[in-house]
Nanobody, 124 residues
Framework: QVQLVESGGGLVQAGRSLRLSCAAS????????MGWFRQAPGKEREFVAT????????YYADSVKGRFSISRDNAKNTVYLQMNTLKPEDTAVYYC?????????????????WGQGTQVTVSS
């Protein structure tokens, strides 16, 4: 079992930045890929970003490319999402997830464990 705890969400004005963190505990040796997803009210969960086990290869949704940056610190068992130039349409609950399989995983059902989510609200 892997436990994930997100933090760093909040209310910000458009154009500002936030950094989300997700700390993993438990069976961390099973973790390979890590990712961030989000779900806005009335919408389906969508992929945001993913990073491979070594933290070298990353992939982003087109909607956040150039504004968001995913990184991980394997010594701290933590994955981060730096969000710059935030827009009102970025408002959502953000979830981190981990997978035991390698690669850049853009589909939610490929992940094994999920955090409880952290709310990000961007005002115009």
């Amino acid at each position: 079992q892997v436990q994930l705890v997100e933090s760093g969400g909040g209310l910000v004005q458009a154009g500002r930045s936030l950094r989300l963190s997700c700390a993993a505990s438990g069976s961390i040796s099973s973790i390979s890929a890590m990712g961030w997803f989000r779900q806005a009210p009335g919408k389906e969960r969508e992929f945001v970003a993913t990073i491979n086990a070594a933290g070298i290869t990353k992939y982003y949704a087109d909607s956040v490319k150039g504004r968001f940056s995913i990184s991980r610190d394997n010594a701290k068992n933590t994955v981060y999402l730096q969000m710059n130039t935030l827009k009102p349409e970025d408002t959502a609950v953000y979830y981190c997830a981990t997978a035991s399989r390698p690669g850049l995983l853009r589909t939610g059902n490929l992940y094994d464990y999920w955090g409880q989510g952290t709310q990000v609200t961007v005002s115009s």
